[in-house]
């Protein structure tokens, strides 16, 4: 690794001009103000926040993040999808799905944490992807309003709009905008695909959407179980069916296996696929 300070959009774009041509996948440069620029294992450019201690160490020696739901996204997100990204972090997946929806696609990425969000604009402005998506620097609840998110001082990619059991969030944080899951889903219309990171959110947002989500039958959704972050984890899984969908953990190579015992579910921690049946 080396390093460089850059500053101001111009020196940004030198930057990555030179690093395109001359790095691999192993290389790693240092850019000043907390910031780290590497590649993916896929040829992306990422830049990356150099004091988080989740995204960062794995993007930055691997070359890949969550393998396992990466590989299943490339399967699943098609030419010309619309998808809503719920919780885009940096844009690891999001870079990812903007390059597979191409030119007739587009994704919607919504990330709170506003430093978060300035390094998810620059990751797809490094990729040349910013016409391809809409950022919106807001979370995703179930009511218009401003509220505390809280954030990790240490895993600083991850932050909840909800009260966690975890001890690694801070009990303060930083007000942000979320916006109503049924409005924003009824603005935007068409949508083919839903991704949702929204670290223990996810209940209030499909109970919040339930109209929408009921009426969608060609929707299809990936979101994050983790039982630790959620109120009710059987109540999720028992409001997800009751709209009608099939419910899948998303395995080991990205292989989706269907749930048959909500009890049982209720207490494992995968990523989730929901599509109705045809």
């Not at 016409?131 to 218009?144: C, D, E, P, Q, S």
Request: glycine content about 8%.
């Amino acid at each position: 690794m080396f390093g460089i300070w850059i500053t101001g959009r111009k020196a940004t774009q030198y930057v990555l001009r030179t690093f395109r041509k001359w790095s691999t996948i192993s290389s790693l440069l240092y850019c000043g103000n907390g910031l780290l620029l590497c590649r993916t294992y896929r040829g992306q450019l990422m830049f990356l926040d150099a004091h988080d201690a989740s995204l960062t160490p794995s993007i930055a020696f691997d070359g890949e993040w969550e393998p396992d739901i990466t590989k299943f996204l490339w399967r699943t997100v098609q030419p010309g999808m619309v998808i809503v990204e719920i919780g885009s972090n940096i844009g690891y997946h999001t870079i990812h799905m903007a390059n597979k929806v191409g030119e007739k696609g587009h994704i919607y990425a919504l990330e709170p944490n506003p430093s978060t969000y300035e390094i998810l604009v620059k990751n797809l402005d490094a990729n040349g992807l910013l016409h391809r998506t809409t950022i919106l620097n807001k979370g995703v609840f179930n009511k218009n309003a401003r509220i505390v998110l809280r954030t990790s001082p240490v895993r600083r990619a991850h932050a909840t709009l909800v009260r966690p059991t975890w001890t690694s969030y801070s009990s303060n944080g930083v007000e942000v905008e979320v916006v109503d899951a049924q409005e924003l889903f009824e603005q935007i219309g068409r949508i083919d695909l839903i991704r949702m990171d929204a670290e223990g959110s996810e209940q209030h947002i499909i109970k919040c959407a339930e109209t929408y989500l009921r009426k969608a039958n060609s929707l299809q959704v990936v979101l994050e179980f983790a039982p630790p972050y959620l109120e009710d984890p059987i109540g999720l899984l028992s409001t997800i069916r009751s709209l009608g969908f099939r419910i899948f953990q998303i395995r080991k190579g990205g292989k989706a296996k269907e749930v048959q015992s909500l009890a049982k579910a209720a207490h494992e921690t995968y990523d989730l696929y929901l599509k109705k049946p045809r």
